[in-house]
């Protein structure tokens, strides 16, 4: 049962344009999420976080949107550039659980070409 | 200041053996997290320890077990090895006093079992 799901693989885009990343979920108990990025042999690196009282949260050129109603959160990485090609899971937790136990879609490659 | 480190890097071990990982949380922490990712998926919980216990469980068998010691740092074992064991498996640690529930991520350890 594939709670958190990434239904795009892979996404192309060109440096200095719009890059988003969809997720959706299905546990409607999750009331926090987040998206790491993953670059080969490296660990995760946290990227940013939502919790689901609100709706929008912003990083500098990250933007995470959460539509609780949809069951849909999205990454909008704003200008993408070149650096930020790596792999994107969004997760979802329960904070009632101390959030340590996240649940992770199955990633997106992002590729940013120059 | 150091984060989160894991040994070995890579093993090689063959069916039926065990194996131990270990992980030592970035400086501050006190909560670890396991998880096994397979090629192509999002990292899967294996189980988290506090206070050198135990304090929550994914979907793994019992052939999977772990430790914390006092000074956090967390070892998973796995017993019997299967070839579906081979797996990048990846700590993460969190100050579960913090407000926010980022965990830090080490860069895994690479298990391959022929």
């Known amino acids: 049962d594939q709670q958190v799901k990434q239904n795009s693989p892979s996404l192309s885009v060109q440096e200095g344009r719009i890059s988003i990343l969809n997720c959706d979920y299905t546990n409607s108990m999750f009331d926090y999420f987040l998206w790491y990025k993953k670059y080969p042999a490296e660990g995760p690196t946290f990227l940013i976080s939502?919790?689901?009282?609100?709706d929008k949260n912003e990083d500098g050129r990250f933007t995470v949107f959460l539509n609780k109603s949809a069951k849909h959160l999205s990454l909008h990485i704003v200008p993408s550039q070149p650096g930020d090609s790596a792999v994107y899971f969004c997760?979802?937790?329960?904070?009632?659980?101390?959030?340590?136990?996240?649940?992770f879609g199955e990633g997106t490659q992002l590729t940013v070409n120059p | 200041d150091a984060g989160v480190t894991q040994s070995p890097t890579h093993l090689i071990k063959t069916r039926g053996q065990q194996v131990t990982l270990r992980c030592s949380p970035k400086?501050?922490?006190?909560?670890v997290s396991w998880y096994q990712q397979a090629l192509g998926q999002g990292p899967q919980f294996i189980f988290q320890y506090y206070e050198e216990e135990e304090r929550q469980r994914g979907n793994f068998p019992d052939r999977f077990s772990g430790h914390q010691f006092p000074n956090y740092s967390s070892e998973l074992n796995v017993n019997a090895l299967l070839l579906g064991d081979s797996a990048l498996y990846l700590c993460?640690?969190?100050?579960?006093?913090?407000?926010?529930?980022?965990?830090?991520f080490g860069p895994g350890t690479r298990l391959t079992v022929t």
């Open positions: 993460a640690s969190r100050d579960i006093r913090a407000s926010s529930y980022e965990q830090y």
């Open positions: 400086s501050g922490h006190d909560t």
């Open positions: 939502i919790s689901s009282i609100k």
């Open positions: 997760a979802a937790t329960l904070r009632e659980t101390s959030g340590s136990r996240l649940t």
